[in-house]
């Protein structure tokens, strides 16, 4: 045998050669994987060299280890930024495979899978799909489910993401995050990576705190396991880029820095640093340093010039930049060549059909416009629509991200032709800037209605407002064209849709219940459903609150919320197949049928719709088959009294300091707001009753107050005799025109009349009674946790004028009313109310505080948006039940909201800090006049009459004292007062029949 070996030897030297560099090559694999893993780049790039230069010392011929060679090779240039020559060495190890008639399906979705990752790190999306799928469909040809499987969904996650299918990235990530945990548990390194992506699909829908949260779980994850230096940067960039969309700049620069500071240690011009210096010039942007900001716009595109990489599709991104930095400080030239480079160099790179080419191009067409180049702009954003290439029915079946670029591209289009009419008078401008203006707000609807939930609802709502401030103002123009009553119809169509809210949809859950043959265990499971996301919402609030909280328990509490909105939404998508009346009815809410409401009015009624914008506030006047339309300018004249309004009437300290000039100020500015906001309207001489839905500022404001005369030296002195509008037209609001329909057309079937709750609170060296001089008993407000002298003795009053019952003291905790808010048909809380206007979820009453293990007794409004009550009116007796929080399109979210939301349809709302002793006297007012049979914002009207003729402190004249309620919805006389009326006629006629029967046996006896 050792004969053969010398004899083989002798005569071919070569298989010694070979022999030694087979084993050569085999260690310096092995070691260039250890260097590269390690991120030692410089030793893996000398490492594959050696390796090279044994192969092309002619020792050996290109094998399946060649093929080995070439993969890891492309993991290099892929870990250096340098993804095209990474695709040409996988060119050459798919050509060898091919020559070896090799069928290893392991190089083969290597080198596919290395393919999809190119494609998408170079913009190639839709190839990208292509190899991801090839890679996907070959790991699941084979029998098992390993790491190749885990990869190909991670890169088919990855492909779909790229091309803005998120939901459908989601799905494949999620069953990604399955599979991992079972091959390797939940606390592997591959498990965090993938917690990145599924944060970075989050992120791309705006679900900040969903994506903030996968990342925390990431990042727990890659310190206990001491991860690559590489998987921490991508790790801080996109805490820092989330961290950025949220608002949160200093903190967000703080992660891209550390983000930079990682690459540098291994490659000091990778492109990722070029993308790291761009988020953070961005952040230094919003901040207002703009020096700062365009040195990294600088730095970044600095760091794709020295690799060569200028035609890299990243770099339009930084020329965005510069254009939005220079937009910002008006250099309108320098801004329109980089939007025009960015534009250009997106579409040469990503090709027309990618959206985000559509997001350079319409930025250019907006800028092009306010540069007066209006055809120019014009043709661009028509080009822009034509790329997005989504016809209607696409749109429809389309995912979120698709319809946000066609709502964008749509909105600024409406912009561009509405800039065009303003400096050229081009009537056919306006029609086109309609046109778009309707292709937009039809999308609106489409995209609210896949959004679960109310937090993304709210936020969606107020992005949106823009568009139908757009559409309001065009519609308005073209009503002062044309003298055609259906733009102005139109416009009233725009402001009302704008207040498409939550409420609403509350109210329509409310009317739809029981219709539509939807089951009642599928109503249950979606209200249960409801309102666990609302509780766990609520909890991750007073985490979030604590000055030290626990991140762990913060991402154990977001993941619930996802899992319980994820049943949600699997729950709404079969009611939709199932049961699609009702579907229609609760989530796709079109067009408002306003003229239905038009002709429903009284003929003594007139609704007033307010609408905000930025220079103007729109005035809609609706009565009978009558619609007007006035355009207000909001100038500093306006802002200025609404100001001096508002600190005069509600601001208690600025009254008892000099209550002659807070009188003097506050007839000032009720006139002024008076001919500001009502006086041009044309209401008929025979309305009797305004019903204010008003819109920002306005939902500040006491209409009711407003004078209708000028004050003169003499009445100026004593407020009863003022000209106060409520004694011209009783006065009532409503969040918009739909909602207050709804209200009217609610049928709440509570079998008992009057709740009462007055709790007691526990403060130390709280005076006497006795002690109180009036004046400043009067100013005891309703907010805060002081006790409340005169809060037991209101509910004892009204209780002893209908009937019912009270829980004073210790008896007013939060379990006591839970037991019962569902039994009465008026719910009177003479409370204490905590306003939170960092969170309006957490604006509360303050209830007895007792030893319940359950409840905390304080009633918050996301806990009251979810109670089911059957009250026909709630009256909120504390301090600010109606202010908080104005989100536009919503109202303000306060507590009074909180009750509408949870199916009543009147509410008594207080726009301050009212006093305890003299509303403890204007209720009992309010009820009598309620007991009467009157109206309920009749009975208020009353109430304040009678408060103000039967007060004998000249100080509580002021309105502050006796002003601070309104009615919020309907405002038909409550039940009972019809109820009293049938029992004291049904006891007049059986007197009556009785004295007959009597007189009749008197006679013939």
Same mark, same amino acid.
């Given at each position: 045998?050792?004969?053969?070996?010398?004899?083989?030897?002798?005569?071919?030297?070569?298989?010694?050669?070979?022999?030694?560099?087979?084993?050569?090559?085999?260690?310096?694999?092995?070691?260039?994987?250890?260097?590269?893993?390690?991120?030692?780049?410089?030793?893996?790039?000398?490492?594959?060299?050696?390796?090279?230069?044994?192969?092309?010392?002619?020792?050996?011929?290109?094998?399946?280890?060649?093929?080995?060679?070439?993969?890891?090779?492309?993991?290099?240039?892929?870990?250096?930024?340098?993804?095209? *020559?990474?695709?040409?060495?996988?060119?050459?190890?798919?050509?060898?495979?091919?020559?070896?008639?090799?069928?290893?399906?392991?190089?083969?979705?290597?080198?596919?899978?290395?393919?999809?990752?190119?494609?998408?790190?170079?913009? !190639? +999306?839709?190839?990208?799909?292509?190899?991801?799928?090839?890679?996907?469909?070959?790991?699941?040809?084979?029998?098992?489910? !390993?790491?190749?499987?885990?990869?190909?969904?991670?890169?088919?996650?990855?492909?779909?993401?790229?091309?803005?299918?998120?939901?459908?990235?989601?799905?494949?990530?999620?069953?990604?995050?399955?599979?991992?945990?079972?091959?390797?548990?939940?606390?592997?390194?591959?498990?965090?990576?993938?917690?990145?992506?599924?944060?970075?699909?989050?992120?791309?829908?705006?679900?900040?705190?969903?994506?903030?949260?996968?990342?925390?779980?990431?990042?727990?994850?890659?310190?206990?396991?001491?991860?690559?230096? +590489?998987?921490?940067?991508?790790?801080?960039?996109?805490?820092?880029?989330?961290?950025?969309?949220?608002?949160?700049?200093?903190?967000?620069?703080?992660?891209?820095?550390?983000?930079?500071?990682?690459?540098?240690? $291994?490659?000091?011009?990778?492109?990722?640093?070029?993308?790291?210096?761009?988020?953070?010039?961005?952040?230094?942007?919003?901040?207002?340093?703009?020096?700062?900001?365009?040195?990294?716009?600088?730095?970044?595109?600095?760091?794709?010039?020295?690799?060569?990489?200028?035609?890299?599709?990243?770099?339009?991104?930084?020329?965005?930049?510069?254009?939005?930095?220079?937009?910002?400080?008006?250099?309108?030239?320098?801004?329109?060549?980089?939007?025009?480079?960015?534009?250009?160099?997106?579409?040469?790179?990503?090709?027309?059909?990618?959206?985000?080419?559509?997001?350079?191009?319409?930025?250019?067409?907006?800028?092009?416009?306010?540069?007066?180049?209006?055809?120019?702009?014009?043709?661009?954003?028509?080009?822009?629509?034509?790329?997005? %290439?989504?016809?209607?029915?696409?749109?429809?079946?389309?995912?979120?991200?698709?319809?946000?670029?066609?709502?964008?591209?749509?909105?600024?289009?409406?912009?561009?032709?509405?800039?065009?009419?303003?400096?050229?008078?081009?009537?056919? !401008?306006?029609?086109? /800037?309609?046109?778009?203006?309707?292709?937009?707000?039809?999308?609106?609807?489409?995209?609210?209605?896949?959004?679960?939930?109310?937090?993304?609802?709210?936020?969606?709502?107020?992005? /949106?407002?823009?568009?139908? *401030?757009?559409?309001?103002?065009?519609?308005?123009? &073209?009503?002062?064209?044309?003298?055609?009553?259906?733009?102005?119809?139109?416009?009233?169509?725009?402001?009302?849709?704008?207040?498409?809210?939550?409420?609403?949809?509350?109210?329509?859950?409310?009317?739809?219940?029981?219709?539509?043959?939807?089951?009642?265990?599928?109503?249950?499971?979606?209200?249960?459903?409801?309102? *666990?996301?609302?509780?766990?919402?609520?909890?991750?609030?007073?985490?979030?609150?604590?000055?030290?909280?626990?991140?762990?328990?913060?991402?154990?509490?977001?993941?619930?919320?996802?899992?319980?909105?994820?049943?949600?939404?699997?729950?709404?998508?079969?009611?939709?197949?199932?049961?699609?009346?009702?579907?229609?009815?609760?989530?796709?809410?079109?067009?408002?049928?306003?003229?239905?409401?038009?002709?429903?009015?009284?003929?003594?009624?007139?609704?007033?719709?307010?609408?905000?914008?930025?220079?103007?506030?729109?005035?809609?006047?609706?009565?009978?088959?009558?619609?007007?339309?006035?355009?207000?300018?909001?100038?500093?004249?306006?802002?200025?009294?609404?100001?001096?309004?508002?600190?005069?009437?509600?601001?208690?300290?600025?009254?008892?300091?000099? &209550?002659?000039?807070?009188?003097?100020?506050?007839?000032?500015?009720? $006139?002024?707001?008076?001919?500001?906001?009502?006086?041009?309207?044309?209401?008929?001489?025979?309305?009797?009753?305004?019903?204010?839905?008003?819109?920002?500022?306005?939902?500040?404001?006491?209409?009711?107050?407003?004078?209708?005369?000028?004050?003169?030296?003499?009445?100026?002195?004593?407020?009863?005799?003022?000209?106060?509008?409520?004694?011209?037209?009783?006065?009532?609001?409503?969040?918009?025109?739909?909602?207050?329909?709804?209200?009217?057309?609610?049928?709440?079937?509570?079998?008992?009349?009057?709740?009462?709750?007055?709790?007691?609170?526990?403060?130390?060296?709280?005076?006497?009674?006795?002690? +109180?001089? %009036?004046?400043?008993?009067?100013?005891?407000?309703?907010?805060?946790?002081?006790?409340?002298?005169?809060?037991?003795?209101?509910?004892?009053?009204?209780?002893?004028?209908?009937?019912?019952?009270?829980?004073?003291?210790?008896?007013?905790?939060?379990?006591?009313?839970?037991?019962?808010?569902?039994?009465?048909?008026?719910?009177?809380?003479?409370?204490?109310?905590?306003?939170?206007?960092?969170?309006?979820?957490?604006?509360?009453?303050? &209830?007895?505080?007792?030893?319940?293990?359950?409840?905390?007794?304080?009633?918050?409004?996301?806990?009251?948006?979810?109670?089911?009550?059957?009250?026909?009116?709630?009256?909120?007796?504390?301090?600010?039940?109606?202010?908080?929080?104005?989100?536009?399109?919503?109202?303000?979210?306060?507590?009074?909201?909180?009750?509408?939301?949870?199916?009543?349809?009147?509410?008594?709302?207080?726009?301050?800090?009212?006093?305890?002793?003299?509303?403890?006297?204007?209720?009992? $007012?309010?009820?009598?006049?309620?007991?009467?049979?009157?109206?309920?914002?009749?009975?208020?009207?009353?109430?304040?009459?009678?408060?103000?003729?039967?007060?004998?402190?000249?100080?509580?004249?002021?309105?502050?004292?006796?002003?601070?309620?309104?009615?919020?919805?309907?405002?038909?006389?409550?039940? +009972?007062?019809?109820? /009293?009326?049938?029992?004291?006629?049904?006891?007049?006629?059986?007197?009556?029949?009785?004295?007959?029967?009597? &007189?009749?046996?008197?006679? $013939?006896?």
């Amino acid at each position: 045998m050792i004969r053969i070996c010398c004899m083989l030897l002798v005569v071919n030297p070569t298989f010694i050669h070979s022999q030694t560099d087979s084993i050569s090559i085999g260690l310096l694999l092995d070691s260039s994987k250890v260097a590269l893993q390690k991120n030692d780049l410089d030793l893996t790039r000398s490492l594959l060299d050696q390796i090279y230069a044994i192969y092309s010392s002619g020792h050996l011929q290109t094998d399946r280890t060649y093929v080995d060679v070439l993969l890891e090779d492309s993991k290099y240039f892929d870990r250096i930024g340098t993804y095209q *020559a990474g695709l040409e060495v996988l060119d050459r190890a798919e050509n060898i495979l091919e020559n070896l008639d090799d069928t290893d399906i392991s190089a083969q979705y290597k080198i596919v899978h290395g393919r999809a990752a190119f494609s998408s790190r170079l913009g !190639d +999306f839709q190839n990208c799909l292509v190899f991801a799928q090839k890679a996907f469909d070959l790991a699941m040809s084979r029998d098992t489910q !390993d790491l190749m499987t885990a990869n190909a969904y991670n890169i088919l996650s990855t492909a779909h993401f790229n091309l803005y299918n998120i939901e459908t990235a989601i799905e494949i990530n999620e069953k990604l995050l399955v599979l991992l945990q079972k091959l390797f548990g939940p606390d592997h390194l591959f498990t965090a990576g993938a917690l990145s992506n599924q944060a970075n699909n989050y992120g791309s829908l705006k679900r900040f705190d969903i994506a903030l949260s996968y990342l925390q779980r990431s990042r727990m994850i890659m310190e206990e396991k001491d991860s690559t230096q +590489f998987d921490l940067q991508r790790l801080n960039y996109l805490i820092g880029k989330n961290l950025k969309e949220q608002g949160s700049y200093e903190a967000a620069i703080q992660y891209l820095e550390k983000a930079i500071w990682i690459t540098a240690l $291994y490659q000091p011009t990778h492109q990722f640093i070029g993308e790291d210096h761009r988020e953070i010039g961005e952040c230094e942007r919003a901040l207002g340093n703009m020096p700062a900001a365009l040195k990294r716009f600088d730095q970044a595109l600095e760091i794709y010039i020295k690799r060569g990489q200028e035609e890299n599709f990243m770099v339009a991104r930084v020329y965005r930049s510069y254009a939005q930095l220079y937009e910002e400080i008006g250099d309108l030239k320098q801004a329109y060549h980089y939007h025009d480079l960015a534009a250009r160099h997106s579409q040469e790179r990503l090709g027309d059909s990618h959206p985000n080419v559509s997001t350079y191009t319409r930025a250019k067409a907006l800028i092009e416009a306010k540069m007066d180049r209006f055809d120019q702009a014009k043709t661009t954003i028509n080009h822009c629509l034509e790329m997005l %290439q989504l016809h209607q029915s696409l749109i429809e079946d389309g995912h979120m991200v698709a319809k946000k670029h066609l709502f964008h591209a749509f909105s600024v289009a409406g912009l561009v032709y509405l800039i065009s009419y303003k400096s050229t008078c081009e009537v056919e !401008d306006l029609y086109n /800037s309609l046109q778009s203006i309707q292709s937009a707000v039809n999308i609106v609807h489409l995209m609210r209605a896949d959004m679960e939930a109310e937090a993304d609802q709210l936020k969606f709502g107020a992005e /949106s407002i823009d568009i139908y *401030a757009q559409g309001v103002e065009v519609a308005y123009l &073209l009503y002062t064209l044309t003298d055609s009553i259906k733009y102005c119809r139109l416009a009233l169509q725009f402001s009302e849709q704008s207040r498409s809210s939550t409420m609403l949809d509350a109210l329509l859950r409310k009317m739809s219940n029981g219709l539509f043959g939807l089951p009642a265990e599928l109503q249950m499971r979606e209200k249960s459903l409801t309102i *666990a996301a609302a509780s766990l919402e609520e909890e991750l609030i007073d985490e979030k609150s604590k000055s030290v909280f626990e991140q762990i328990v913060i991402d154990s509490v977001e993941r619930q919320i996802f899992d319980t909105k994820e049943k949600l939404r699997l729950l709404r998508d079969s009611i939709r197949i199932a049961y699609p009346e009702y579907y229609a009815i609760r989530y796709v809410k079109g067009a408002q049928k306003l003229e239905d409401i038009e002709r429903n009015l009284n003929e003594d009624q007139c609704i007033i719709q307010y609408f905000d914008c930025d220079d103007f506030v729109y005035v809609f006047s609706i009565e009978k088959e009558i619609l007007n339309v006035k355009q207000i300018r909001k100038d500093s004249t306006l802002l200025k009294n609404i100001q001096r309004f508002v600190t005069n009437i509600a601001n208690p300290d600025t009254i008892m300091i000099d &209550l002659v000039r807070s009188q003097e100020q506050l007839g000032s500015a009720a $006139y002024a707001l008076y001919m500001a906001l009502v006086r041009p309207i044309a209401i008929s001489p025979n309305i009797k009753e305004l019903i204010i839905s008003p819109d920002g500022l306005e939902a500040k404001l006491s209409f009711e107050i407003f004078l209708s005369r000028q004050l003169s030296d003499e009445s100026s002195r004593d407020p009863r005799d003022w000209s106060y509008l409520f004694r011209q037209y009783s006065i009532s609001y409503a969040q918009s025109l739909t909602a207050w329909q709804e209200q009217h057309r609610l049928e709440p079937k509570a079998k008992r009349q009057f709740l009462g709750f007055a709790p007691e609170y526990h403060f130390q060296n709280e005076p006497l009674i006795d002690t +109180f001089d %009036q004046p400043l008993l009067a100013m005891v407000v309703r907010d805060g946790e002081g006790q409340l002298p005169f809060s037991p003795l209101e509910v004892q009053k009204i209780r002893d004028l209908t009937g019912g019952e009270v829980y004073i003291g210790p008896q007013a905790t939060e379990r006591t009313f839970r037991q019962h808010c569902n039994e009465f048909s008026v719910i009177h809380m003479s409370a204490h109310a905590i306003l939170d206007d960092r969170f309006p979820a957490r604006n509360r009453f303050l &209830l007895t505080s007792s030893e319940d293990s359950i409840y905390d007794d304080q009633l918050t409004a996301i806990e009251i948006c979810h109670l089911d009550l059957s009250a026909e009116l709630a009256v909120l007796s504390a301090c600010h039940t109606g202010a908080g929080l104005i989100n536009r399109g919503e109202g303000i979210m306060s507590l009074g909201r909180a009750f509408a939301f949870a199916g009543v349809p009147a509410t008594v709302q207080s726009l301050w800090r009212v006093p305890d002793e003299t509303t403890s006297r204007l209720m009992p $007012y309010f009820y009598s006049g309620l007991k009467k049979g009157l109206q309920k914002h009749e009975a208020l009207n009353a109430a304040r009459i009678e408060f103000l003729d039967h007060t004998n402190i000249a100080t509580q004249r002021h309105p502050y004292f006796w002003a601070g309620f309104i009615l919020y919805g309907n405002t038909a006389p409550l039940s +009972f007062a019809h109820s /009293s009326y049938k029992l004291l006629w049904g006891v007049m006629i059986g007197l009556t029949i009785g004295g007959i029967i009597y &007189l009749l046996r008197r006679f $013939y006896l």
